[in-house]
């Protein structure tokens, strides 16, 4: 107990001055005026309590004259806070003498609270260890406790003190930059699903937000304002604290979670997770396996057409035609609703083994028939190969070179004029080597398989038709790349392609490892922030060279082979030199331009430069953009970085006129762009 508690305990005993509370200050703005329990006098010799405390304050006492005083409604607790309990009772006796304590919340004994000691005092007075209330035990608004004392002689007295339990008063907080939508509950967990990504939240009240990393408990950023942005995190824990500068509003905190979509079979987080391309079996077919996330989404089926949107739960039907294959089914989780990223695979994956064993590859079990068509390059006709497959364990070579494109379909003139063309077996499933094949590798309808998306190689094929069980089809299906089936018409050589890229999304990298994409927008209140613009390394797809490589010209000929040695070039994602040009004379190319101004107004633009020497690269290593803001006084405004990625590419295709062919070579571009603001607060 506090001294002050003792010394006020002290006073009333012996001068009893604590009368209606005038020793005592009301208790956080309370103005409730102290009310009176009716107690017995001392005199009578039965138990009292001479003093209560809460929280270091004193709600309950004696008078001079042996009466218990009570500050009913005047003492408040803050919300989420615990209540500690200092009390101080005296019980008569004779010989032997007891006291014993119990306390009661809104008319409910509290057992863990009931105390007692015994003495051979005839007057005990008895200080009770204090005992602490949780806050999850006193919900918002008022309570009263009710303190029981009790003697040797089973007399008791009882004291009850009404309080009061402030409630939550969050400030409202939403994901975006806008402060609108629906605001996000403090205790929130806040998903961002990928490997790395951000978020952005805002407030429409001023204050001071802070990021913490839970594994380690360090502080990340500290910013004030109303907007705030998590930059790039990795997979982890996180925690958003908001405090606002309003006293009268309770801080708000969300846990940021950076990872990959959880899944579990089950309704629910009770059953088993699953991780990434795990696979599982089914108990029978027919049936159905549930599968669960906490978070809702997409789920697919490959192949089947099995779909659902924002859900959290998917029961995967297990047809029995499917027996002895594999189906993958996909969950892509909603991402937030702000316009920040969340980079590289959000879902998941995983892969449910049908029982039973696979359909055999003979006419009598499997009905159907199937056609072939070929397409030699972009140019040329699809031309049909072979009608009328049915189903053989004997493969089917079928010979392309290069290989581009080859169907595998229920009806050659249905792929090819489309619903013109009656298909009486109509769509289906199709499966490869026994895994069910998605929706990339099937026409519009899924009455083709696209066989030359497939490795080269043997394969087994199995179609499964969706509009009657009993029409399949099942063989072996091998592609060989050789000989081109028309010698005659031009074709495209290696270096006359080049490889399209498939970029990853720009960013800046600082020092410390904090990354900015696009659109991300930073706040400058410190010269720590500052400092952390010193350094801008540019992350990009750009080309790189190799070194050299050899390519046959006239694979066909196998006596009179020709080659030609070219740059080794190919398309990748990293650091990159700000104003720079990768030219190596190949079919690929590279270059970005940066430009930078403040306040709408062009400072200064890095263009590439080419050095006389082909293919070396002169550009900046990194961008100080601390240097430009300290050019400029390091007056307040916005400072804009515009970065321009530019990847070019040859093409090459066959055009007909008549009976003669073209060919003709052109280059693509791809264009991508990165803008960055940074704001300078005075």
Not at 456 to 477: D, F, M, T
Request: proline share 5%; with cysteine.
């Amino acid at each position: 107990m506090k001294k002050w508690v003792v010394s006020a305990l002290a006073v009333c005993v012996a001068v009893g001055s604590l009368l209606s509370g005038a020793a005592v200050s009301p208790a956080q703005g309370a103005t409730t005026t102290m009310k009176r329990n009716s107690q017995v006098s001392s005199s009578v010799q039965k138990p009292v309590h001479d003093m209560i405390v809460f929280n270091d304050y004193q709600v309950a006492g004696l008078s001079s004259g042996g009466w218990n005083w009570v500050k009913n409604d005047e003492f408040i607790l803050p919300p989420d806070t615990p209540l500690d309990v200092d009390l101080t009772q005296t019980t008569y006796g004779n010989g032997t003498n007891l006291s014993r304590s119990q306390v009661f919340l809104d008319g409910v004994e509290l057992p863990e609270f009931m105390r007692e000691t015994r003495s051979t005092q005839a007057s005990l007075k008895w200080q009770v260890p204090r005992f602490t209330i949780p806050s999850a035990q006193l919900s918002a608004g008022k309570h009263t406790l009710t303190f029981v004392v009790t003697d040797a002689k089973a007399q008791k007295s009882t004291v009850n003190v009404r309080f009061q339990v402030e409630a939550q008063n969050y400030p409202h907080i939403y994901e975006g930059e806008n402060g609108t939508g629906v605001s996000i509950p403090s205790g929130d967990i806040v998903p961002i699903f990928g490997l790395f990504g951000s978020r952005t939240f805002s407030s429409k009240l001023p204050g001071t937000w802070r990021l913490s990393n839970q594994a380690t408990g360090t502080e990340m950023r500290s910013v004030e304002g109303t907007i705030f942005s998590t930059g790039s995190l990795k997979a982890g824990q996180y925690e958003l604290m908001f405090l606002p500068n309003d006293s009268t509003l309770t801080p708000w905190t969300a846990h940021i979670q950076v990872g990959q979509a959880e899944l579990y079979m089950g309704t629910d987080k009770s059953g088993q997770k699953l991780s990434p391309n795990q696979k599982i079996t089914a108990s029978q077919a027919p049936g159905t396996v549930q599968l669960y996330s906490p978070y809702p989404g997409r789920w697919w089926v490959n192949g089947t057409g099995q779909t659902l949107t924002n859900a959290q739960r998917f029961d995967v039907a297990i047809p029995e035609m499917l027996a002895g294959l594999t189906l993958t089914v996909t969950f892509e989780p909603n991402q937030g609703s702000d316009t920040s990223t969340s980079y590289l695979n959000a879902g998941i994956a995983i892969q449910i083994q049908v029982p039973g064993t696979p359909q055999a590859c003979e006419p009598a079990s499997a009905q159907a028939d199937m056609d072939v068509l070929m397409q030699a390059n972009e140019r040329s006709s699809m031309m049909v190969e072979r009608r009328n497959l049915f189903s053989s364990d004997i493969t089917v070579r079928l010979y392309q070179n290069p290989v581009h494109i080859i169907w595998l379909t229920t009806a050659a003139d249905h792929l090819e004029f489309g619903t013109e063309e009656d298909d009486d077996e109509g769509p289906g499933v199709w499966a490869v080597d026994n895994v069910i094949v998605d929706a990339s590798k099937l026409n519009w309808d899924h009455t083709a398989l696209l066989l030359s998306s497939l490795s080269l190689g043997r394969h087994k094929i199995n179609y499964y038709s969706k509009r009657e069980p009993r029409q399949s089809w099942c063989g072996y299906i091998q592609v060989i790349e050789d000989k081109p089936p028309v010698s005659f018409y031009p074709v495209c050589d290696p270096d006359d392609i080049g490889a399209v890229p498939y970029p990853s999304p720009m960013r800046f990298v600082t020092k410390k490892g904090n990354q900015y994409k696009d659109g991300d927008h930073i706040v400058v209140d410190s010269d720590s922030d500052l400092n952390d613009l010193k350094e801008l390394v540019l992350m990009s797809t750009h080309v790189v060279n190799k070194g050299m490589k050899r390519i046959i010209l006239n694979k066909s000929s196998r006596t009179d082979r020709r080659y030609i040695h070219v740059p080794d070039l190919v398309w990748e994602d990293g650091e990159t030199l700000l104003g720079t040009k990768q030219y190596y004379g190949g079919t690929i190319t590279s270059e970005n331009e940066v430009k930078i101004s403040f306040n709408g107004r062009a400072l200064t633009t890095i263009k590439p430069r080419l050095s006389e020497d082909q293919g070396a690269e002169e550009g900046v290593p990194s961008l100080n953009l601390k240097q430009f803001i300290d050019f400029q006084d390091g007056k307040p405004g916005v400072y804009t970085i515009e970065v321009t990625n530019t990847m070019s590419y040859r093409t090459c295709q066959i055009e007909q006129d008549g009976n003669s062919y073209d060919k003709n070579t052109d280059t693509q571009e791809q264009q991508q762009t990165l803008t960055l603001t940074v704001e300078v607060k005075e």
